[in-house]
Protein backbone atom coordinates (compact mmCIF):
# COMPACT_ATOMS: atom_id res chain seq x y z
CA UNK A 1 0.00 0.00 0.00
CA UNK A 2 1.54 3.60 -0.85
CA UNK A 3 2.30 6.37 1.24
CA UNK A 4 0.04 9.02 1.94
CA UNK A 5 0.98 12.12 -0.23
CA UNK A 6 2.60 15.17 1.39
CA UNK A 7 0.06 17.06 2.32
CA UNK A 8 2.65 20.31 1.99
CA UNK A 9 3.02 19.64 -1.89
CA UNK A 10 -0.72 19.08 -2.22
CA UNK A 11 -3.10 21.87 -4.07
CA UNK A 12 -5.92 23.77 -1.31
CA UNK A 13 -9.10 22.23 -1.49
CA UNK A 14 -12.64 23.85 -1.37
CA UNK A 15 -15.53 21.95 -0.53
CA UNK A 16 -18.53 24.06 -1.87
CA UNK A 17 -21.97 24.83 -0.54
CA UNK A 18 -22.05 21.84 2.01
CA UNK A 19 -23.86 21.17 4.61
CA UNK A 20 -22.03 20.58 8.16
CA UNK A 21 -22.81 18.81 11.02
CA UNK A 22 -19.96 20.27 13.38
CA UNK A 23 -20.38 18.53 16.53
CA UNK A 24 -21.12 18.14 18.90
CA UNK A 25 -24.71 18.25 19.44
CA UNK A 26 -27.25 17.90 16.45
CA UNK A 27 -26.98 21.41 14.92
CA UNK A 28 -26.32 21.46 11.21
CA UNK A 29 -24.94 24.32 9.29
CA UNK A 30 -26.56 24.51 5.47
CA UNK A 31 -24.41 25.66 2.57
CA UNK A 32 -21.14 26.38 3.49
CA UNK A 33 -17.38 26.52 1.73
CA UNK A 34 -15.01 25.11 3.43
CA UNK A 35 -11.25 25.74 2.54
CA UNK A 36 -8.43 23.03 3.30
CA UNK A 37 -4.91 24.06 2.79
CA UNK A 38 -2.03 21.89 3.92
CA UNK A 39 -3.45 19.06 6.53
CA UNK A 40 -6.14 21.65 7.76
CA UNK A 41 -9.36 23.43 7.92
CA UNK A 42 -8.38 27.35 7.39
CA UNK A 43 -12.05 28.56 6.92
CA UNK A 44 -15.20 27.97 7.03
CA UNK A 45 -18.12 30.66 5.73
CA UNK A 46 -21.07 30.66 4.40
CA UNK A 47 -21.54 29.84 0.35
CA UNK A 48 -23.64 32.71 -0.48
CA UNK A 49 -20.95 34.87 0.94
CA UNK A 50 -17.95 33.21 -1.59
CA UNK A 51 -20.11 33.77 -4.85
CA UNK A 52 -18.12 34.88 -7.42
CA UNK A 53 -14.34 34.82 -6.10
CA UNK A 54 -12.63 32.16 -8.00
CA UNK A 55 -9.99 29.18 -6.30
CA UNK A 56 -6.78 28.59 -6.88
CA UNK A 57 -7.52 24.82 -6.14
CA UNK A 58 -9.15 21.39 -6.18
CA UNK A 59 -13.13 22.23 -5.93
CA UNK A 60 -15.64 19.40 -4.77
CA UNK A 61 -19.53 20.23 -5.53
CA UNK A 62 -21.02 19.72 -1.79
CA UNK A 63 -24.36 20.79 -3.06
CA UNK A 64 -27.32 18.30 -1.09
CA UNK A 65 -24.10 16.48 1.13
CA UNK A 66 -23.47 16.59 4.60
CA UNK A 67 -19.87 17.09 6.13
CA UNK A 68 -18.85 15.37 9.20
CA UNK A 69 -15.49 15.05 11.40
CA UNK A 70 -14.00 11.82 10.59
CA UNK A 71 -14.95 8.75 12.86
CA UNK A 72 -12.99 7.51 15.68
CA UNK A 73 -12.74 3.32 16.03
CA UNK A 74 -12.08 3.04 19.73
CA UNK A 75 -12.06 -0.48 19.87
CA UNK A 76 -9.56 -2.27 17.81
CA UNK A 77 -7.04 -5.07 17.34
CA UNK A 78 -4.72 -4.43 13.98
CA UNK A 79 -3.23 -7.50 13.75
CA UNK A 80 -2.58 -7.12 10.13
CA UNK A 81 -2.18 -4.08 8.18
CA UNK A 82 -4.41 -5.60 5.15
CA UNK A 83 -7.31 -4.05 7.77
CA UNK A 84 -5.82 -0.35 7.38
CA UNK A 85 -7.70 0.82 3.98
CA UNK A 86 -10.95 -0.77 4.99
CA UNK A 87 -11.01 1.60 7.77
CA UNK A 88 -10.47 4.39 5.52
CA UNK A 89 -13.15 3.27 3.39
CA UNK A 90 -15.94 3.38 5.89
CA UNK A 91 -15.08 7.17 6.83
CA UNK A 92 -12.72 5.92 9.96
CA UNK A 93 -9.69 8.57 10.25
CA UNK A 94 -8.24 7.05 13.46
CA UNK A 95 -8.00 4.02 15.52
CA UNK A 96 -7.79 3.36 19.00
CA UNK A 97 -5.61 0.21 19.29
CA UNK A 98 -6.66 -1.64 22.88
CA UNK A 99 -3.83 -4.40 22.87
CA UNK A 100 -1.77 -6.20 20.63
CA UNK A 101 0.86 -8.97 21.30
CA UNK A 102 2.98 -8.04 18.07
CA UNK A 103 5.99 -6.15 18.77
CA UNK A 104 5.53 -4.90 15.47
CA UNK A 105 2.69 -2.31 16.04
CA UNK A 106 4.81 -0.01 17.34
CA UNK A 107 6.51 0.22 14.43
CA UNK A 108 3.68 0.03 11.74
CA UNK A 109 1.97 2.91 14.51
CA UNK A 110 5.17 5.52 14.11
CA UNK A 111 5.22 4.63 10.19
CA UNK A 112 1.16 5.76 9.82
CA UNK A 113 1.20 8.62 11.68
CA UNK A 114 4.22 9.94 10.17
CA UNK A 115 2.56 9.46 6.49
CA UNK A 116 4.73 6.55 5.39
CA UNK A 117 1.83 4.08 4.87
CA UNK A 118 -1.85 5.09 4.15
CA UNK A 119 -4.12 4.30 7.19
CA UNK A 120 -5.88 5.91 9.99
CA UNK A 121 -4.36 7.58 12.90
CA UNK A 122 -3.26 5.29 15.33
CA UNK A 123 -3.58 5.49 19.44
CA UNK A 124 -1.97 2.74 20.92
CA UNK A 125 -1.69 0.76 24.31
CA UNK A 126 0.69 -1.69 22.70
CA UNK A 127 0.38 -5.19 25.10
CA UNK A 128 -2.26 -5.72 27.52
CA UNK A 129 -1.28 -6.14 31.09
CA UNK A 130 -2.71 -9.13 32.42
CA UNK A 131 -2.31 -11.81 35.10
CA UNK A 132 -0.65 -15.32 35.87
CA UNK A 133 -1.98 -17.48 34.17
CA UNK A 134 -3.53 -15.59 31.95
CA UNK A 135 -6.64 -15.10 29.87
CA UNK A 136 -5.07 -14.60 26.33
CA UNK A 137 -1.81 -15.95 24.90
CA UNK A 138 1.26 -13.69 24.49
CA UNK A 139 0.33 -10.34 25.96
CA UNK A 140 2.34 -8.81 29.08
CA UNK A 141 2.45 -11.06 32.59
CA UNK A 142 2.58 -8.90 35.65
CA UNK A 143 2.48 -11.01 38.87
CA UNK A 144 3.54 -8.55 41.46
CA UNK A 145 3.37 -4.93 42.03
CA UNK A 146 7.21 -4.02 41.11
CA UNK A 147 6.74 -5.74 37.64
CA UNK A 148 3.29 -4.14 37.10
CA UNK A 149 4.58 -0.58 37.69
CA UNK A 150 7.98 -1.62 35.45
CA UNK A 151 5.62 -2.45 32.59
CA UNK A 152 3.91 0.87 32.85
CA UNK A 153 7.32 2.88 32.61
CA UNK A 154 8.42 0.64 29.69
CA UNK A 155 5.14 1.26 28.08
CA UNK A 156 5.71 4.80 28.56
CA UNK A 157 9.47 4.92 26.97
CA UNK A 158 7.33 3.59 23.81
CA UNK A 159 5.17 6.16 23.80
CA UNK A 160 1.67 4.35 24.29
CA UNK A 161 -0.89 6.90 24.61
CA UNK A 162 -2.89 4.81 27.18
CA UNK A 163 -2.39 1.84 29.46
CA UNK A 164 -4.80 -1.05 29.38
CA UNK A 165 -5.59 -3.70 32.04
CA UNK A 166 -7.17 -7.26 32.64
CA UNK A 167 -9.19 -9.17 34.64
CA UNK A 168 -6.85 -11.96 35.56
CA UNK A 169 -4.48 -8.91 37.70
CA UNK A 170 -4.13 -9.38 41.14
CA UNK A 171 -6.14 -6.64 43.03
CA UNK A 172 -2.66 -5.20 44.33
CA UNK A 173 -0.75 -5.39 40.80
CA UNK A 174 -3.89 -3.49 39.27
CA UNK A 175 -3.87 -0.63 42.20
CA UNK A 176 -0.13 -0.51 41.44
CA UNK A 177 -0.77 -0.13 37.74
CA UNK A 178 -3.24 2.64 38.25
CA UNK A 179 -1.22 4.60 40.77
CA UNK A 180 2.08 4.17 37.96
CA UNK A 181 0.15 4.88 34.43
CA UNK A 182 -1.52 8.26 36.55
CA UNK A 183 2.16 9.24 37.81
CA UNK A 184 3.07 9.57 34.20
CA UNK A 185 0.19 11.29 32.86
CA UNK A 186 -1.54 7.94 31.12
CA UNK A 187 -5.35 7.03 31.39
CA UNK A 188 -5.89 3.52 31.98
CA UNK A 189 -8.94 1.53 30.38
CA UNK A 190 -9.90 -1.80 30.52
CA UNK A 191 -11.45 -5.25 32.42
CA UNK A 192 -11.72 -5.75 36.23
CA UNK A 193 -10.00 -8.26 38.29
CA UNK A 194 -13.40 -10.37 39.74
CA UNK A 195 -12.55 -9.46 43.06
CA UNK A 196 -13.06 -5.45 42.68
CA UNK A 197 -16.24 -4.37 41.07
CA UNK A 198 -16.75 -1.20 39.00
CA UNK A 199 -17.73 1.32 41.46
CA UNK A 200 -14.21 1.00 43.60
CA UNK A 201 -12.41 0.63 40.60
CA UNK A 202 -13.70 3.93 39.73
CA UNK A 203 -12.90 5.22 42.76
CA UNK A 204 -9.14 3.65 42.72
CA UNK A 205 -8.78 5.62 39.50
CA UNK A 206 -9.54 3.81 36.85
CA UNK A 207 -10.35 6.02 33.84
CA UNK A 208 -12.36 3.90 31.52
CA UNK A 209 -13.83 0.58 30.69
CA UNK A 210 -14.25 -1.83 27.61
CA UNK A 211 -17.72 -3.64 26.80
CA UNK A 212 -21.03 -3.62 28.91
CA UNK A 213 -19.79 -6.52 31.22
CA UNK A 214 -18.16 -4.24 34.29
CA UNK A 215 -21.56 -2.30 34.41
CA UNK A 216 -23.93 -4.63 33.94
CA UNK A 217 -22.19 -6.89 36.78
CA UNK A 218 -22.45 -4.43 39.51
CA UNK A 219 -26.52 -2.63 38.58
CA UNK A 220 -28.05 -6.32 37.69
CA UNK A 221 -29.84 -9.41 39.47
CA UNK A 222 -29.62 -12.93 38.97
CA UNK A 223 -33.06 -14.45 38.11
CA UNK A 224 -31.28 -17.65 36.78
CA UNK A 225 -28.44 -19.28 35.13
CA UNK A 226 -28.14 -22.16 32.67
CA UNK A 227 -27.05 -24.59 35.04
CA UNK A 228 -24.38 -26.33 32.44
CA UNK A 229 -22.38 -23.03 32.55
CA UNK A 230 -22.04 -22.40 36.19
CA UNK A 231 -18.55 -23.83 36.10
CA UNK A 232 -17.39 -21.72 33.33
CA UNK A 233 -15.57 -18.61 33.99
CA UNK A 234 -17.38 -15.55 33.37
CA UNK A 235 -20.80 -17.56 33.42
CA UNK A 236 -22.89 -14.22 34.97
CA UNK A 237 -22.97 -12.96 30.99
CA UNK A 238 -25.56 -15.94 30.55
CA UNK A 239 -27.74 -15.28 33.07
CA UNK A 240 -31.56 -13.78 32.64
CA UNK A 241 -31.15 -10.70 34.00
CA UNK A 242 -33.04 -7.77 36.35
CA UNK A 243 -31.43 -4.15 36.52
CA UNK A 244 -31.20 -2.90 40.00
CA UNK A 245 -32.63 1.01 39.07
CA UNK A 246 -31.13 1.80 42.48
CA UNK A 247 -27.68 0.23 41.79
CA UNK A 248 -27.49 1.89 38.72
CA UNK A 249 -28.28 5.51 39.74
CA UNK A 250 -25.36 4.91 42.10
CA UNK A 251 -23.22 4.08 39.35
CA UNK A 252 -24.60 6.52 37.49
CA UNK A 253 -24.07 9.17 39.64
CA UNK A 254 -20.18 8.06 40.34
CA UNK A 255 -19.49 8.02 36.71
CA UNK A 256 -20.56 11.55 35.98
CA UNK A 257 -18.58 12.89 38.88
CA UNK A 258 -14.80 11.06 37.61
CA UNK A 259 -15.59 11.90 33.97
CA UNK A 260 -15.18 7.71 32.75
CA UNK A 261 -15.54 7.36 29.52
CA UNK A 262 -17.67 3.67 28.11
CA UNK A 263 -16.79 1.40 24.91
CA UNK A 264 -19.66 -0.82 25.00
CA UNK A 265 -19.03 -2.71 21.69
CA UNK A 266 -22.37 -4.03 21.06
CA UNK A 267 -21.37 -4.94 17.51
CA UNK A 268 -19.01 -7.89 18.85
CA UNK A 269 -21.89 -9.21 20.99
CA UNK A 270 -24.41 -9.01 18.26
CA UNK A 271 -21.92 -11.14 16.26
CA UNK A 272 -21.28 -13.63 18.44
CA UNK A 273 -25.07 -14.85 19.02
CA UNK A 274 -25.38 -14.74 14.94
CA UNK A 275 -22.25 -17.36 14.52
CA UNK A 276 -25.14 -20.44 14.02
CA UNK A 277 -25.78 -18.16 10.87
CA UNK A 278 -22.05 -19.04 9.96
CA UNK A 279 -22.87 -20.21 5.85
CA UNK A 280 -24.42 -16.81 5.81
CA UNK A 281 -22.22 -15.20 7.78
CA UNK A 282 -18.89 -16.24 5.56
CA UNK A 283 -20.60 -15.26 1.90
CA UNK A 284 -21.53 -11.38 2.99
CA UNK A 285 -20.14 -9.32 1.27
CA UNK A 286 -18.03 -7.40 4.27
CA UNK A 287 -16.74 -10.37 4.99
CA UNK A 288 -14.90 -11.32 1.16
CA UNK A 289 -13.06 -7.76 1.74
CA UNK A 290 -10.84 -10.10 3.91
CA UNK A 291 -8.48 -12.58 3.26
CA UNK A 292 -10.09 -16.40 2.71
CA UNK A 293 -8.14 -17.46 6.01
CA UNK A 294 -10.03 -15.00 8.36
CA UNK A 295 -13.77 -16.68 6.59
CA UNK A 296 -12.63 -20.65 6.13
CA UNK A 297 -10.66 -21.11 9.55
CA UNK A 298 -10.07 -18.32 11.92
CA UNK A 299 -13.49 -17.31 12.33
CA UNK A 300 -14.91 -21.53 11.32
CA UNK A 301 -17.20 -22.02 14.81
CA UNK A 302 -15.53 -25.37 14.32
CA UNK A 303 -12.10 -23.87 15.16
CA UNK A 304 -13.09 -20.95 17.62
CA UNK A 305 -14.22 -24.19 19.68
CA UNK A 306 -11.71 -25.84 19.81
CA UNK A 307 -8.96 -22.99 19.92
CA UNK A 308 -7.14 -22.48 23.65
CA UNK A 309 -7.39 -19.16 22.63
CA UNK A 310 -10.77 -18.46 23.42
CA UNK A 311 -10.01 -20.90 26.78
CA UNK A 312 -12.53 -23.89 24.95
CA UNK A 313 -15.57 -21.82 25.54
CA UNK A 314 -18.53 -24.47 25.02
CA UNK A 315 -20.93 -24.08 21.78
CA UNK A 316 -23.68 -23.12 24.63
CA UNK A 317 -21.57 -19.99 25.26
CA UNK A 318 -22.29 -18.41 21.91
CA UNK A 319 -25.91 -19.67 22.02
CA UNK A 320 -26.36 -17.92 24.92
CA UNK A 321 -24.45 -14.31 23.93
CA UNK A 322 -27.77 -12.97 22.40
CA UNK A 323 -29.36 -12.97 25.99
CA UNK A 324 -26.64 -11.59 27.73
CA UNK A 325 -26.72 -8.58 24.85
CA UNK A 326 -30.26 -7.78 24.48
CA UNK A 327 -30.79 -7.81 29.17
CA UNK A 328 -27.57 -4.80 29.30
CA UNK A 329 -27.84 -2.60 26.05
CA UNK A 330 -30.80 -0.81 26.71
CA UNK A 331 -29.26 1.20 29.90
CA UNK A 332 -27.26 2.83 27.35
CA UNK A 333 -29.38 6.15 27.29
CA UNK A 334 -29.16 6.41 31.08
CA UNK A 335 -25.46 6.03 30.87
CA UNK A 336 -25.40 8.18 28.06
CA UNK A 337 -26.47 11.07 30.32
CA UNK A 338 -23.38 10.36 33.18
CA UNK A 339 -20.12 9.10 30.84
CA UNK A 340 -18.36 9.55 27.68
CA UNK A 341 -19.50 7.18 26.00
CA UNK A 342 -17.26 6.17 23.13
CA UNK A 343 -17.96 3.84 19.77
CA UNK A 344 -15.70 0.85 19.13
CA UNK A 345 -15.85 -2.47 17.41
CA UNK A 346 -13.64 -4.81 19.03
CA UNK A 347 -12.50 -5.71 15.36
CA UNK A 348 -11.23 -8.33 14.15
CA UNK A 349 -13.38 -10.49 16.63
CA UNK A 350 -15.36 -13.26 14.58
CA UNK A 351 -17.24 -11.42 11.55
CA UNK A 352 -16.51 -8.25 13.01
CA UNK A 353 -15.40 -6.83 10.13
CA UNK A 354 -12.56 -3.92 10.04
CA UNK A 355 -14.33 -0.40 8.81
CA UNK A 356 -17.83 -1.12 8.64
CA UNK A 357 -18.37 -2.87 12.14
CA UNK A 358 -18.26 0.37 13.57
CA UNK A 359 -21.00 1.80 11.14
CA UNK A 360 -23.17 -1.26 12.63
CA UNK A 361 -21.98 -0.37 16.41
CA UNK A 362 -23.54 3.00 15.78
CA UNK A 363 -26.99 1.83 14.32
CA UNK A 364 -26.48 -0.32 17.27
CA UNK A 365 -26.54 2.56 19.93
CA UNK A 366 -29.39 4.14 18.24
CA UNK A 367 -31.24 0.96 18.14
CA UNK A 368 -30.69 1.00 22.07
CA UNK A 369 -31.82 3.96 22.73
CA UNK A 370 -29.45 6.95 21.67
CA UNK A 371 -29.80 9.71 18.92
CA UNK A 372 -28.32 9.94 15.71
CA UNK A 373 -26.70 12.82 17.00
CA UNK A 374 -25.07 11.12 20.28
CA UNK A 375 -23.85 8.20 18.40
CA UNK A 376 -21.92 10.21 15.93
CA UNK A 377 -20.46 12.26 19.14
CA UNK A 378 -19.56 9.13 20.58
CA UNK A 379 -17.34 8.25 17.54
CA UNK A 380 -15.85 11.90 17.00
CA UNK A 381 -15.67 14.32 20.09
CA UNK A 382 -16.36 12.42 22.75
CA UNK A 383 -13.39 9.95 21.18
CA UNK A 384 -11.00 13.38 20.46
CA UNK A 385 -11.79 13.90 24.24
CA UNK A 386 -10.86 10.98 25.74
CA UNK A 387 -7.80 11.08 23.86
CA UNK A 388 -6.78 14.40 24.72
CA UNK A 389 -6.69 15.40 21.23
CA UNK A 390 -9.75 17.61 21.14
CA UNK A 391 -7.64 20.53 20.08
CA UNK A 392 -7.05 18.95 16.97
CA UNK A 393 -9.64 16.55 16.06
CA UNK A 394 -12.92 15.10 16.57
CA UNK A 395 -14.59 18.29 15.28
CA UNK A 396 -15.17 20.44 12.21
CA UNK A 397 -13.63 23.93 13.42
CA UNK A 398 -11.24 26.31 11.50
CA UNK A 399 -7.62 25.35 12.63
CA UNK A 400 -8.06 21.96 13.09
CA UNK A 401 -6.33 18.93 10.81
CA UNK A 402 -8.93 18.08 7.98
CA UNK A 403 -9.80 14.45 8.63
CA UNK A 404 -13.34 14.52 7.23
CA UNK A 405 -15.86 12.38 5.80
CA UNK A 406 -18.53 13.07 3.17
CA UNK A 407 -22.19 11.94 3.46
CA UNK A 408 -24.37 11.59 0.00
CA UNK A 409 -27.29 11.65 2.95
CA UNK A 410 -27.97 13.24 6.38
CA UNK A 411 -26.77 10.82 9.53
CA UNK A 412 -29.04 12.81 11.80
CA UNK A 413 -32.13 11.90 10.03
CA UNK A 414 -30.69 8.63 9.98
CA UNK A 415 -27.96 7.06 11.40
CA UNK A 416 -27.91 4.28 8.96
CA UNK A 417 -27.21 7.15 6.11
CA UNK A 418 -23.34 7.09 7.53
CA UNK A 419 -22.91 4.57 5.20
CA UNK A 420 -23.40 6.80 2.23
CA UNK A 421 -20.05 7.77 1.39
CA UNK A 422 -18.49 10.01 -0.87
CA UNK A 423 -15.22 10.95 -0.15
CA UNK A 424 -12.50 10.70 3.04
CA UNK A 425 -10.58 14.01 4.17
CA UNK A 426 -7.08 12.34 5.88
CA UNK A 427 -4.79 15.11 6.64
CA UNK A 428 -6.15 17.39 3.89
CA UNK A 429 -5.67 14.73 1.03
CA UNK A 430 -9.31 14.17 -0.62
CA UNK A 431 -9.68 9.68 -1.17
CA UNK A 432 -12.77 9.17 -3.13
CA UNK A 433 -14.76 6.03 -2.06
CA UNK A 434 -14.36 4.97 -5.26
CA UNK A 435 -10.29 4.93 -5.19
CA UNK A 436 -10.35 3.47 -1.36
CA UNK A 437 -11.68 0.53 -2.44
CA UNK A 438 -8.91 -0.27 -4.97
CA UNK A 439 -6.44 -0.37 -2.12
CA UNK A 440 -4.78 -3.09 -0.56
CA UNK A 441 -2.95 -3.71 2.32
Not at 31 to 38: K, L
Not at 268 to 290: F, H, N, T, W
Not at 332 to 346: T, V, Y
Amino acid sequence: MGAILNYMTMPPILIKNVNIIPMPGPRILYGYDVTIEGARIKQILPSRKQEGKKFAGRVINGTGKFLIPGLFDMHVHLYSRTFLPLFLQYGITAIRETGNYKKEIFSLRDKVNSGKLLGPRMYICGPILEGDPPFWKGFRIVRNKKEGRAAVRELQRQEVDFIKVYGTLKPKVYEAVLEEAHKRNLKVTGHLPESINVMKAIKMGQDGFEHMSSMCRHVSKIVSVNANLKSYPGWRKFVDVKIDKRKLEKLGSLLEQNNISLCPTLVVDRKMSQLADYPKLKQSKEARLLPKYYREIKWNPNHLKSSTNINGRPPLYWENFCLYYEKTRHILPFLWKRSNILAGSDTPNPFVIPGVSLLEELELLVDSGLKPYQTLEAATYNAALSLGVLPNLGTIEEGKIANLVLLEKNPLKNISNIRSIKGVILNGTYLSRKNLKKKKG
